[in-house]
């Protein structure tokens, strides 16, 4: 269906190939997955197929890639619209109208297609992907899964036969995901599409992945099956981590076969010892929270603490209230109730004084930033801090992140800059941290470099309170969790407790190993050696 | 980056262009100054005169436009030309209603200067068109308003070369002629319908060009000057503070927009 | 789900309400009768209110009504200030200023008089219903479908505005986050000082939008089937712009009005004709094209209609008419005389001609809410986060 022969390809300023002699084949009515680290070159082989790269990017390509006998060198990626479907990460930039259903059709007015036709192609799609209901809606008022749909059947409704995928869930939450990656498999299953997926949360998807390539991130391209590419590469995903220290030849791809396995292999592990946790001062006190908007009740009257050099985490579902939560603790939303932090209220002082006790670091991480360059982005900080000057550059510095103080802070990758605006937080020295959600977008490296960074601060005597939706990760940095829905925290205890009291919430290797306890590889390595 | 290594994103081919924003110029000079000519053995009222060319601008502006955009103008610009003008579609009612504080020139006129006339052009008539059914702005106005804005961005994309600080200043000081210019020009086809008949000020069809001509500058001078001189205000303070900036934000992304692939050699021959 | 779709047929093609509006607003021309006018002008609030759809354009006839408003208040104030001395009911007077010579000799204040205020609030009336014409054209005319009709040579430009119209709420709100973080920041400056980063962030976030959007566009095939320009349809289309401007000119200039609407007419004919050969060169369709049936051209014909009667009654000779024709006509009714002052009159012609006003609203139906009440307030749920409500500080 899809063949690379010796492709190479070079961006206009770059120094050195993105794709270094590239070949491999994609078969017929494959799910394939792409994986690498960031800027391993992921997004520039997916768009290598339908010729985004190199007639919309700029830079050279070399070698031929052929699309279902179609090469792209001879056709711009408008006349392969038919054959291949191309759906980015933030599926909103890329809408052109306004409505569900004009969306869809949107393509298809474009390939000339009869209106009767089209009518026809519309509703086909719209009950394919089950947004039937959603046909009058607006666009910006949808749920991102629903979003992300949309954006899926508007490519499909001009009939291609490869459906191209960058990161389609990196900005989801994990219901949204799996309703996504859901609609995915039953294209696979139901109309016979190759799709080409690249996604960071393996753990998600490669159990019904037929092939994978990694990319290394040198120029080469590792084709294969899932289990053997898996092992070589280096991304460690909780399972590819726990095949590691078994030292198991294969990966397993699914809770399933890693459980059958552990079985088979008699390994029944005893709860991990967890010393027990100092008795700890509280930071930060919170007593009676609520939030409303309008007639909405976002949050319902919520009680909390949270203790210098603990790391808490708080999930929930999306809406669930965790952001208004955070920015009613930080004091920058109007609330019910009270917060402590050394006997202030937050809310009562202004944001500059507010910052020196609570700071939040919001979901977009990107807003805070607005300087052409991270040095300008670096003093600014330690003029709004009263900081001496050096102070931001030298937080970033610590946290392990040297920045080029000349770069532009819009070119860093997701990690990087979620680096920098934590800096720029840090540096009016407060008692608490908040962050929202701050590894979205993230790959393996960057998040385990940030639950590092946590740690650190943790250790420093911070108090560190997260949002997160990644379990993985919360089972790594959170010592305590805490699940919030409708407004409300439902369930409060240690992360371990809290984790495996869920099926929802269970990291992958709690699953594995259910009754007990095992929450990440190192929990792992420490019962089973 | 220096200016001058910048090339106008493309729009049409320059001649034809160049045909065509003639025909608008000369065209829009006879809609815009109708008062001066109108003669009342037409029979026509001052408030049906201006929908006369209200009728044929749109005419022009669908000319000029399918002139700029027919097949030669690629995806990217016409995505850029579509989000810029949302940008100035969000600073037109955040700017309405203040005496002349108005955001959507200087963004006009920076986007002209960066990609060129054409899109200058292009850009000051569909960010008045989509403003205007935001703000309910719609009226007989409208093509006037559509073509008045776009000479604003079509000769800021024709202001002669300058650098740095220079040309911050340049585009400054173009910004306030071309708040005063558009001012008048809107307010002088606009007259006659604003102040209507009967008044020492009124436009009178049977009175000479020069008595009108007066007769306005008395009355724009007395109504419309705050008007027009905040707006100039505006148009500069914004340039001269935000233009550096934003100049090299545009500059950066027009080169983005320009990326071609540079070779795509022959497939390697089949063994 | 077949209930909803038959209601959405049933909405006006936006065209049509484009016409039924321009037909008024010819009319008024015709008519300084205040009766006739505010007659009108309520007509056609009744008919925006019973036949309006709940998006946001609909909402817009009240700023029309202000502007009106606005534009009758504006003329009084002036008639009053600098108003020419006409009649001779005197109402009051005002101490007279008189400017210096190179003021053209006015004089500030003055006597007013009735005759000379009558006759400026009838010209404003007839301006007020003009602009109200408009502003019922706008708010019941769906502008995103009127886009649809665009001939295909605009179709870029179309795009363009399609593209800004859905872009620009997405700006508002990333503008909106930006502020709010900026205060997480320990950053709260206002005014001017706070423009300049914000409009930076604004603006790059725009251009970043702007190449996924292309991105999106070109990966889905756009312009796909657009061919070569075609040579020679310019010339033509320059050509007949330039006429239709001489006939412009002409119509105002001159009394030659058959030579000056023969020439508009032929500028017009051939922009089309040029926009259309020029549209050939692509080939994309349509889904759902509007359709145009006889309930659309019946729109148009009631707003033909009202041009002219309003037109051809008021611009009767009433001393060339037998008298039983004035009678019936009563031609002068459409310009009541304001001195000597009259009260003016409703005939039966106006009735007609209100009656055609409201035509469109035994041949539409109400526009529905296109989103039931319940999924709007699940809706409101969903997105839970309006930015009103941050502590100012």
Same mark, same amino acid.
């Given at each position: 269906?899809?063949?690379?022969?010796?492709?190479?390809?070079?961006y206009?300023?770059?120094?050195g190939?993105?794709?270094?002699?590239?070949?491999?084949?994609?078969?017929?009515?494959d799910?394939?997955?792409?994986?690498g680290?960031?800027?391993?070159g992921?997004s520039t082989?997916?768009?290598?197929i339908? =010729?985004?790269?190199?007639?919309?990017?700029?830079?050279?390509?070399?070698?031929r890639?052929?699309?279902?006998g179609?090469s792209?060198?001879?056709?711009?990626?408008?006349?392969?619209?038919?054959?291949?479907? &191309?759906?980015?990460?933030?599926?909103?930039?890329? &809408?052109?109208?306004?409505?569900?259903?004009d969306?869809?059709?949107?393509?298809?007015?474009?390939l000339?297609?009869?209106?009767?036709?089209?009518?026809?192609?519309?509703?086909?799609?719209?009950?394919?992907?089950?947004?039937?209901d959603?046909?009058?809606?607006?666009?910006?008022?949808?749920?991102?899964?629903?979003?992300?749909?949309?954006?899926?059947?508007?490519?499909?409704?001009?009939?291609?036969?490869?459906?191209?995928?960058?990161?389609p869930?990196?900005?989801?939450?994990p219901?949204?995901?799996?309703?996504?990656?859901g609609?995915?498999?039953?294209?696979?299953?139901?109309?016979?599409?190759?799709?080409?997926?690249?996604?960071?949360?393996?753990?998600?998807?490669?159990?019904?992945?037929?092939?994978?390539?990694?990319?290394?991130g040198? =120029?080469?391209?590792?084709?294969?099956?899932?289990?053997?590419?898996?092992?070589?590469?280096?991304l460690?995903?909780?399972?590819a981590?726990?095949?590691?220290?078994?030292?198991?030849?294969?990966?397993?791809?699914?809770?399933?076969?890693?459980?059958?396995?552990?079985?088979?292999?008699?390994?029944?592990?005893?709860d991990?010892?967890?010393?027990?946790?100092?008795?700890?001062?509280?930071?930060?006190?919170?007593?009676?929270?609520?939030?409303?908007?309008g007639?909405?009740?976002?949050?319902?009257?919520?009680?909390?603490?949270?203790?210098?050099?603990?790391?808490?985490?708080?999930?929930?579902?999306?809406?669930?209230?965790?952001?208004?939560?955070?920015?009613?603790?930080?004091g920058?939303?109007?609330?019910?109730? #009270?917060? #402590?932090?050394?006997?202030?209220?937050?809310?009562?002082?202004?944001?500059?004084?507010?910052?020196?006790?609570?700071?939040?670091?919001?979901?977009?991480?990107?807003?805070?930033?607005?300087?052409?360059?991270?040095?300008?982005?670096?003093?600014r900080?330690?003029?709004?801090?009263?900081?001496?000057?050096?102070?931001?550059?030298?937080?970033?510095?610590?946290?392990?992140?040297?920045?080029?103080?000349?770069?532009?802070?819009?070119?860093?990758?997701?990690?990087?800059?979620?680096?920098?605006?934590?800096?720029?937080?840090?540096?009016?020295?407060?008692?608490?941290l908040l962050?929202?959600?701050?590894?979205? =977008?993230?790959?393996?490296?960057?998040?385990?470099?940030?639950?590092?960074?946590?740690?650190?601060?943790?250790?420093?005597?911070?108090?560190?309170l997260?949002?997160t939706?990644?379990?993985?990760f919360?089972?790594?940095?959170?010592?305590?969790?805490l699940?919030?829905?409708?407004?409300e925290?439902?369930?409060?205890?240690?992360?371990?407790?809290?984790?495996?009291? #869920?099926?929802?919430?269970a990291?992958?290797?709690?699953?594995?190993?259910a009754?007990?306890?095992?929450?990440?590889?190192?929990?792992?390595?420490?019962v089973?050696? | 980056?220096?200016?001058?290594?910048?090339q106008?994103?493309q729009?049409?081919?320059?001649?034809?262009l160049?045909?065509?924003?003639?025909?608008?110029?000369?065209?829009?000079?006879v809609?815009?100054?109708?008062?001066?000519?109108l003669n009342?053995?037409?029979?026509?009222?001052?408030?049906?005169?201006?929908?006369?060319?209200?009728?044929v601008?749109?005419? +022009?502006l669908?000319?000029v436009?399918?002139e700029?955009?027919?097949?030669?103008?690629?995806?990217?610009?016409?995505?850029?030309?579509?989000?810029?003008?949302?940008?100035?579609?969000?600073?037109?009612?955040?700017?309405a209603?203040?005496a002349?504080?108005?955001?959507?020139?200087f963004?006009?006129?920076?986007?002209?200067?960066?990609y060129?006339?054409?899109?200058?052009f292009?850009l000051?008539?569909?960010?008045?068109?989509?403003?205007?059914?935001?703000?309910?702005?719609?009226?007989?106005?409208?093509?006037?308003?559509?073509?008045?804005?776009g000479?604003?961005?079509?000769?800021?994309?024709?202001l002669?070369?300058?650098?740095?600080?220079v040309?911050?200043?340049?585009?400054?000081?173009?910004?306030m002629v071309?708040?005063f210019?558009?001012?008048?020009?809107?307010?002088?086809s606009?007259?006659?319908?604003?102040?209507?008949?009967?008044?020492?000020?009124?436009f009178?069809?049977?009175?000479?060009p020069?008595?009108?001509?007066?007769?306005?500058?008395?009355?724009?001078?007395a109504?419309?000057?705050?008007?027009n001189?905040?707006?100039?205000?505006?148009?500069?303070? +914004?340039?001269?503070?935000?233009?550096t900036?934003?100049?090299r934000?545009?500059?950066?992304?027009?080169r983005?927009v320009?990326l071609?692939?540079?070779?795509?050699?022959?497939?390697?021959?089949?063994? | 789900?077949?209930?909803?779709?038959?209601?959405?047929?049933?909405s006006?093609?936006?065209?049509?309400?484009?016409?039924?509006?321009?037909?008024?607003a010819?009319?008024v021309?015709?008519?300084?009768?205040?009766?006739?006018?505010?007659?009108?002008?309520?007509?056609?609030?009744?008919?925006?209110?019973l036949?309006?759809?709940?998006?946001p354009?609909?909402?817009?006839?009240?700023a029309?009504?202000?502007?009106?408003?606005?534009v009758?208040?504006?003329?009084v104030?002036?008639?009053?200030?600098?108003?020419?001395?006409?009649?001779?009911?005197?109402?009051?007077?005002?101490?007279?200023?008189?400017?210096?010579?190179?003021?053209?000799?006015?004089?500030?204040?003055?006597p007013?008089?009735?005759?000379?205020?009558?006759?400026?609030v009838y010209?404003?009336?007839?301006?007020?219903?003009?602009?109200?014409?408009?502003?019922?054209?706008?708010?019941?005319?769906?502008?995103?479908?009127?886009l649809?009709?665009?001939?295909?040579?605009?179709?870029?430009?179309?795009?363009a505005?399609?593209v800004?119209?859905?872009?620009?709420?997405?700006?508002? /709100?990333?503008?909106?986050?930006?502020?709010?973080?900026?205060?997480?920041?320990?950053?709260?400056?206002?005014?001017?000082?706070?423009?300049?980063?914000?409009?930076?962030?604004?603006?790059?976030?725009?251009?970043d939008?702007?190449?996924?959007?292309?991105?999106?566009?070109e990966?889905?095939?756009?312009?796909?089937?657009?061919?070569?320009?075609?040579?020679?349809?310019?010339?033509?289309?320059?050509?007949?712009?330039?006429v239709?401007?001489?006939?412009?000119?002409?119509?105002?200039?001159?009394?030659?009005?058959?030579?000056?609407?023969?020439l508009?007419?032929?500028?017009?004919?051939?922009?089309?004709?040029?926009?259309?050969?020029?549209?050939?060169?692509?080939?994309v369709?349509?889904?759902?094209?509007?359709?145009?049936?006889?309930?659309?051209t019946?729109?148009?014909?009631?707003?033909?209609m009202?041009?002219?009667?309003?037109?051809?009654?008021g611009?009767?000779?009433?001393?060339?008419?037998?008298?039983?024709?004035?009678a019936?006509l009563?031609?002068?009714?459409?310009?009541?005389?304001?001195?000597?002052?009259?009260?003016?009159?409703?005939?039966?012609?106006?009735?007609?001609?209100?009656?055609?006003?409201?035509?469109?609203?035994?041949?539409?139906?109400?526009?529905?809410?296109?989103?039931? /009440?319940?999924?709007?307030? /699940?809706?409101?749920?969903?997105?839970?986060?309006?930015?009103?409500?941050?502590?100012?500080?």
């Amino acid at each position: 269906m899809i063949s690379f022969e010796q492709v190479s390809f070079r961006y206009l300023d770059a120094a050195g190939p993105t794709l270094d002699q590239v070949s491999f084949q994609i078969a017929e009515g494959d799910l394939c997955l792409v994986i690498g680290a960031t800027g391993s070159g992921k997004s520039t082989l997916l768009r290598a197929i339908n =010729g985004l790269v190199p007639h919309f990017s700029g830079g050279t390509l070399s070698g031929r890639v052929l699309v279902n006998g179609r090469s792209t060198a001879e056709n711009r990626p408008r006349e392969l619209a038919d054959v291949v479907g &191309f759906v980015g990460q933030d599926p909103l930039r890329g &809408f052109v109208t306004d409505t569900v259903e004009d969306e869809i059709a949107y393509g298809m007015e474009q390939l000339g297609i009869a209106p009767a036709a089209m009518r026809q192609r519309v509703e086909e799609t719209l009950d394919l992907l089950g947004i039937a209901d959603l046909r009058r809606r607006p666009l910006t008022e949808l749920s991102g899964g629903q979003q992300q749909r949309v954006a899926i059947a508007a490519v499909l409704a001009a009939r291609p036969s490869v459906l191209v995928l960058d990161e389609p869930t990196s900005a989801l939450d994990p219901t949204a995901a799996a309703d996504v990656l859901g609609a995915i498999t039953t294209l696979i299953h139901e109309v016979g599409l190759t799709v080409v997926l690249a996604e960071h949360r393996l753990e998600r998807v490669l159990h019904a992945a037929d092939s994978v390539l990694w990319l290394p991130g040198d =120029g080469r391209v590792v084709a294969g099956e899932p289990a053997t590419v898996l092992s070589a590469s280096d991304l460690r995903p909780p399972l590819a981590g726990l095949a590691e220290l078994l030292q198991w030849p294969e990966t397993p791809l699914s809770v399933r076969q890693a459980r059958r396995r552990v079985l088979a292999e008699g390994l029944l592990p005893s709860d991990p010892p967890r010393p027990i946790p100092p008795v700890r001062s509280a930071a930060l006190t919170a007593t009676d929270i609520g939030v409303r908007y309008g007639d909405v009740i976002a949050v319902a009257s919520v009680a909390l603490a949270l203790h210098t050099g603990e790391v808490t985490t708080l999930l929930g579902r999306n809406g669930s209230g965790k952001s208004s939560l955070l920015w009613a603790l930080q004091g920058a939303l109007s609330h019910t109730g #009270s917060v #402590s932090v050394a006997g202030v209220d937050p809310s009562e002082l202004s944001a500059t004084a507010a910052r020196r006790l609570v700071t939040l670091v919001p979901q977009t991480a990107a807003d805070l930033l607005y300087l052409p360059s991270v040095g300008a982005e670096c003093d600014r900080a330690d003029a709004d801090a009263d900081a001496a000057s050096g102070t931001t550059a030298a937080l970033l510095t610590e946290l392990g992140v040297a920045l080029d103080p000349d770069r532009d802070p819009r070119d860093l990758s997701e990690g990087q800059r979620l680096a920098l605006v934590l800096a720029i937080q840090l540096s009016a020295e407060p008692r608490v941290l908040l962050l929202d959600e701050p590894t979205r =977008g993230l790959d393996y490296r960057a998040k385990a470099e940030l639950a590092a960074i946590i740690a650190r601060l943790a250790d420093g005597g911070m108090a560190v309170l997260i949002s997160t939706h990644d379990v993985e990760f919360a089972a790594t940095v959170s010592e305590r969790s805490l699940i919030m829905a409708e407004g409300e925290i439902i369930i409060e205890g240690s992360t371990a407790q809290v984790l495996t009291s #869920s099926v929802a919430y269970a990291p992958q290797l709690a699953k594995v190993f259910a009754p007990a306890a095992v929450l990440t590889v190192t929990e792992a390595e420490q019962v089973l050696r | 980056m220096s200016s001058t290594t910048v090339q106008p994103l493309q729009t049409a081919h320059p001649a034809r262009l160049s045909i065509s924003l003639i025909v608008a110029l000369v065209v829009g000079t006879v809609a815009f100054c109708w008062p001066l000519f109108l003669n009342p053995s037409s029979g026509l009222s001052p408030i049906l005169a201006p929908l006369v060319f209200a009728l044929v601008l749109p005419m +022009l502006l669908a000319v000029v436009l399918t002139e700029l955009s027919s097949g030669r103008m690629d995806v990217k610009t016409l995505a850029m030309l579509g989000v810029l003008a949302a940008v100035g579609t969000v600073l037109r009612p955040l700017s309405a209603g203040t005496a002349g504080f108005e955001l959507v020139f200087f963004l006009l006129i920076l986007a002209g200067r960066a990609y060129g006339a054409g899109f200058g052009f292009a850009l000051g008539a569909i960010t008045l068109f989509t403003s205007s059914l935001i703000v309910s702005g719609v009226g007989p106005w409208l093509p006037y308003q559509m073509l008045a804005a776009g000479f604003v961005g079509l000769f800021a994309g024709m202001l002669p070369k300058a650098d740095g600080r220079v040309e911050v200043w340049l585009l400054a000081g173009y910004g306030m002629v071309s708040a005063f210019a558009y001012g008048w020009f809107m307010d002088f086809s606009f007259w006659p319908f604003a102040i209507g008949e009967g008044t020492q000020l009124s436009f009178d069809p049977a009175a000479t060009p020069w008595q009108n001509l007066h007769h306005f500058v008395l009355f724009n001078l007395a109504t419309s000057m705050g008007w027009n001189l905040g707006r100039a205000v505006t148009n500069a303070l +914004l340039i001269l503070m935000l233009g550096t900036p934003l100049l090299r934000l545009l500059r950066r992304s027009a080169r983005a927009v320009k990326l071609r692939p540079t070779a795509i050699p022959a497939p390697p021959p089949a063994e | 789900m077949a209930e909803e779709r038959t209601q959405t047929l049933r909405s006006l093609h936006p065209l049509a309400w484009w016409g039924w509006a321009i037909g008024i607003a010819i009319a008024v021309n015709g008519t300084t009768n205040p009766l006739l006018l505010t007659a009108m002008a309520l007509a056609m609030v009744i008919v925006v209110l019973l036949r309006r759809s709940d998006s946001p354009w609909a909402r817009s006839v009240r700023a029309y009504l202000l502007l009106a408003a606005f534009v009758i208040a504006m003329r009084v104030f002036f008639q009053i200030l600098i108003g020419a001395p006409s009649g001779t009911t005197v109402l009051f007077a005002l101490p007279q200023v008189p400017l210096p010579e190179w003021a053209a000799g006015i004089r500030l204040g003055g006597p007013v008089t009735a005759e000379a205020l009558t006759a400026t609030v009838y010209e404003a009336l007839r301006l007020a219903v003009l602009l109200l014409a408009i502003g019922a054209a706008n708010a019941l005319a769906n502008p995103r479908q009127a886009l649809r009709s665009v001939p295909a040579a605009l179709y870029e430009a179309s795009v363009a505005v399609v593209v800004a119209l859905s872009v620009a709420p997405q700006l508002i /709100e990333s503008a909106q986050r930006v502020r709010r973080a900026r205060r997480l920041r320990g950053d709260t400056a206002r005014g001017l000082a706070a423009v300049g980063p914000i409009a930076l962030s604004i603006l790059s976030d725009a251009i970043d939008r702007s190449l996924s959007l292309a991105e999106g566009m070109e990966a889905r095939g756009f312009a796909r089937t657009a061919g070569r320009p075609i040579t020679g349809t310019l010339t033509v289309m320059l050509v007949s712009v330039l006429v239709a401007t001489m006939g412009g000119f002409l119509l105002l200039s001159t009394d030659a009005g058959w030579l000056a609407g023969a020439l508009l007419v032929a500028g017009v004919v051939g922009v089309g004709v040029g926009l259309r050969h020029a549209g050939a060169r692509l080939s994309v369709t349509r889904y759902r094209p509007q359709p145009w049936r006889s309930t659309e051209t019946l729109v148009v014909a009631s707003g033909v209609m009202i041009a002219i009667i309003v037109l051809a009654v008021g611009g009767l000779d009433p001393p060339a008419l037998s008298s039983q024709a004035n009678a019936l006509l009563q031609p002068t009714a459409f310009q009541p005389s304001t001195d000597p002052l009259a009260w003016p009159q409703l005939t039966g012609p106006m009735l007609v001609v209100l009656a055609l006003v409201v035509a469109p609203l035994p041949l539409t139906r109400p526009q529905h809410r296109q989103i039931p /009440e319940a999924s709007r307030r /699940e809706l409101r749920t969903r997105s839970p986060r309006p930015h009103a409500e941050l502590v100012r500080r």
